[in-house]
């Protein structure tokens, strides 16, 4: 993913992603090895338990693993890649207004990197963790 900021966007970057993109997802912080992503909150992203559902917090895990190692500075060709494995560990639960994924790459060889992240409700409260395999596509 080329770091593409949108004219007028402020600290916004092109996810180029429909997936992400359709959930709300956005980048606010995005350079090599580091990435922080935003997802406002919607009644459709709890469970039964009216708390955030384990498949939306995943989701982040996923985006922000796999984010941090893709960063491109403008006029680089964009990375791709894939997840091999992610595991998350979920802390704490409940709601709020805003999910905030931070992703970072612990590790990188030619084809594979190792990251991890974090999940937080509101800034406050740190809900999950993961840690992630992914691998690059040529």
């Given at each position: 993913?080329?770091?593409?900021?949108?004219?007028?966007?402020?600290?916004?970057?092109?996810?180029?992603?429909?997936?992400?993109?359709?959930?709300?997802?956005?980048?606010?912080?995005?350079?090599?090895?580091?990435?922080?992503?935003?997802?406002?909150?919607?009644?459709?992203?709890?469970?039964?338990s009216?708390?955030?559902?384990?498949?939306t917090?995943?989701?982040?895990?996923?985006?922000?693993?796999?984010?941090?190692?893709?960063?491109?500075a403008?006029?680089?060709?964009?990375?791709?890649?894939?997840?091999?494995?992610?595991?998350?560990?979920?802390?704490?639960?409940?709601?709020?207004?805003?999910?905030?994924?931070?992703?970072?790459?612990?590790?990188?060889?030619?084809?594979?990197?190792?990251?991890?992240?974090?999940?937080?409700?509101?800034?406050?409260?740190?809900?999950?963790?993961?840690?992630?395999?992914?691998?690059?596509?040529?």
């Amino acid at each position: 993913m080329e770091a593409v900021k949108p004219e007028g966007e402020g600290e916004e970057y092109c996810l180029d992603n429909p997936a992400l993109e359709s959930i709300g997802v956005r980048i606010t912080q995005w350079r090599d090895d580091y990435v922080e992503l935003e997802l406002p909150l919607a009644p459709n992203m709890l469970n039964r338990s009216r708390v955030v559902h384990g498949g939306t917090i995943c989701t982040l895990l996923d985006a922000a693993t796999g984010y941090s190692g893709l960063y491109s500075a403008p006029g680089e060709a964009p990375r791709h890649a894939v997840t091999l494995s992610l595991t998350s560990n979920f802390l704490s639960n409940g709601t709020g207004k805003l999910l905030t994924a931070k992703g970072m790459v612990d590790r990188r060889g030619r084809s594979i990197f190792f990251s991890r992240a974090e999940v937080w409700l509101d800034g406050e409260l740190l809900v999950a963790t993961g840690v992630a395999t992914m691998k690059y596509l040529k």
